[in-house]
């Protein structure tokens, strides 16, 4: 009796933790994320033209999906309770994705410096940048994922450690002028 106890409690751990690492497909916590995209910001030679006095950051959800909505709310919660963002006042709005051109068309109507790509669009991140290419913004995905199919920055976890993904084609379609020091440090993609 006593051992199926214990095993009804592992099953029950096993179980937990497959949801939990279901829902836990973005490998760096939202609260480095933000901190790193302050300082990648500073990192873009165009990012002070683009922002202004302040820069505006556009973080989309997938509509319907809870994941990529709460990933969004924690990531602008981060985002918005940092002093600046690449040396800037910032403003952060959560906006959802609803396709690629009306992403883009926020983006350029609302004049966004950077557009932060939440949880769950990684299947879109590749339709996005060919929406975005020959826009003036700085765009981010939760994962290395979604650098790997076209924004200019995502993330990923490389032994334990954070790790910075680079796309430099998509750097280039989107006027994101990212410094040499700067390119040291991460994984280049896109090359």
């Known amino acids: 009796?006593?051992?199926?106890?214990?095993?009804?409690?592992?099953?029950?751990?096993a179980i937990g933790l497959t949801v939990s690492v279901a829902l836990a497909d973005v490998p760096v916590p939202a609260?480095?994320?933000?901190?790193l995209i302050a300082k990648i910001a500073a990192f873009d030679r165009n990012f002070p033209d683009r922002a202004g006095s302040n820069a505006l950051i556009l973080?989309?959800?997938?509509?319907?999906?809870?994941d990529s909505s709460q990933f969004a709310q924690q990531i602008a919660g981060e985002l918005g309770s940092l002093?600046?963002?690449?040396?800037?006042?910032?403003?952060?709005?959560?906006?959802?994705?609803?396709?690629?051109v009306a992403l883009a068309a926020?983006?350029?109507?609302?004049?966004?410096?950077?557009?932060?790509?939440?949880?769950?669009?990684d299947h879109d991140a590749a339709a996005i940048a060919a929406a975005l290419a020959g826009s003036d913004v700085l765009s981010v995905g939760a994962t290395g994922a979604f650098a790997e199919a076209g924004t200019v920055i995502g993330f990923?976890?490389?032994?334990?450690?954070?790790?910075?993904?680079?796309?430099?084609?998509a750097a280039r379609a989107q006027h994101v002028s990212l410094k040499a020091e700067f390119l040291r440090l991460t994984r280049v993609v896109g090359g």
């Open 83 to 100: 002093a600046d963002v690449g040396g800037l006042a910032k403003t952060v709005d959560v906006i959802p994705f609803n396709g690629p």
């Open 59 to 66: 973080v989309a959800f997938k509509p319907g999906d809870s």
């Open 1 to 13: 009796m006593k051992r199926a106890r214990l095993v009804l409690v592992a099953v029950g751990l």
């Open 106 to 121: 926020a983006i350029r109507d609302r004049k966004a410096a950077i557009v932060y790509l939440s949880a769950d669009l």
């Open 31 to 35: 609260r480095l994320q933000a901190q």
């Open 156 to 169: 990923d976890l490389v032994d334990g450690k954070p790790k910075i993904v680079a796309n430099l084609a």
